[in-house]
């Protein structure tokens, strides 16, 4: 006897009756209008934490859990649906007021045009086969957050900077200064540049109601891990730790966060509660702009024609 599933992605719910505990990856793609290429991840929460769902040695399809009739699952995915995945499509707009009331819990469609402009940025380096994010901030200096694993860099120690977008690029950095107030380290390059532009100087603070798209490598697929793109809102003003909490969900730390206009303006170092913006989602974000701050002693000189002189 077929039992019902119930998946969401975005603000898309769609339930499905299934005759067995596994459900194929061509089947969510169809259902949410994804790419045949794109990649997929389900995954569904357990006392309050994330847990992925594993695949069958094919490779083909989800093994669901025990208990699967009674549990929500979510789907991510590294491509956008070719139209916004959201049930304002099918069924109308919804009550103007609910939409006040909650706008952070609304997962807004990622914009594929301010995508496009800030992948060649999706910088990463690899630690046990899964990819952590390193943000660019100069053409010399880059970012990523310090908590967890990160805990065992010390100033000069070194790793290899990759681009999820470039895959001839790789960059031998150093940790060259440790900023714990911030949960951040920051990099310099031994080589090439990580960019071709001063990100951070351009950035701009988060405030309260900003929109933002989040850039990392929180989709875990055939045990490793690949670029996830999400949505959020600025859904508190800064605290005291200079902190700033937005409304996405898990999984990104390390992950750059961009305004509307492509511009920087902080970076994921925390996960509050486990869950996706869709059911919840909470994270911390430090400003860009906080980051700069610390930072002075490491940019370039500035000439007599106002121009930076980047040491090669």
């Not at 139209?83 to 594929?112: H, L, N, T």
């Not at 943000?135 to 990759?162: C, S």
């Not at 150093?174 to 951040?184: P, Y």
């Not at 701009?204 to 989709?219: A, D, E, H, N, T």
Request: hydrophobic share 35%; aromatic share 8%.
């Amino acid at each position: 006897m077929a039992k019902t599933i119930k998946i969401r992605m975005m603000d898309n719910t769609i339930e499905l009756d299934l005759p067995c505990n596994q459900l194929t990856q061509s089947t969510i793609k169809s259902q949410f209008l994804l790419d045949r290429d794109a990649i997929v991840s389900m995954s569904y929460e357990s006392n309050g934490s994330k847990k992925g769902c594993l695949m069958n040695e094919n490779g083909t399809a989800f093994i669901l859990p025990d208990g699967w009739p009674d549990i929500d699952f979510f789907v991510e995915s590294n491509k956008t649906p070719s139209r916004p995945c959201s049930s304002w499509s099918f069924e109308g707009a919804p009550d103007p007021k609910k939409r006040k009331i909650e706008p952070e819990y609304q997962e807004m469609p990622v914009d594929g045009d301010l995508a496009a402009s800030i992948g060649r940025y999706a910088l990463y380096y690899n630690k046990d086969n899964y990819k952590r994010s390193a943000i660019p901030l100069t053409p010399r200096l880059a970012a990523t957050f310090r908590h967890g694993e990160n805990k065992t860099f010390k100033i000069g120690d070194q790793l290899v900077i990759r681009s999820w977008s470039d895959k001839t690029l790789e960059v031998t950095a150093q940790v060259a200064k440790i900023i714990e107030e911030l949960d951040t380290i920051i990099l310099e390059s031994l080589g090439l540049d990580f960019c071709d532009k001063d990100l951070i100087s351009n950035s701009v603070l988060p405030r309260k109601g900003m929109q933002y798209l989040m850039m990392g490598f929180s989709i875990i697929h055939q045990n490793t891990s690949h670029q996830s793109l999400s949505t959020g809102i600025i859904v508190g003003d800064v605290t005291r730790r200079l902190r700033y909490t937005g409304s996405s969900g898990s999984g990104d730390s390390g992950g750059s966060c961009w305004n509307e206009r492509g511009q920087l303006i902080g970076m994921q170092i925390e996960d509050q509660n486990g869950r996706s913006t869709s059911s919840g989602g909470r994270c911390c974000l430090v400003a860009m702009i906080s980051i700069l701050s610390h930072i002075q002693n490491l940019l370039p000189t500035v000439d007599s024609d106002g121009e930076s002189e980047w040491n090669e």
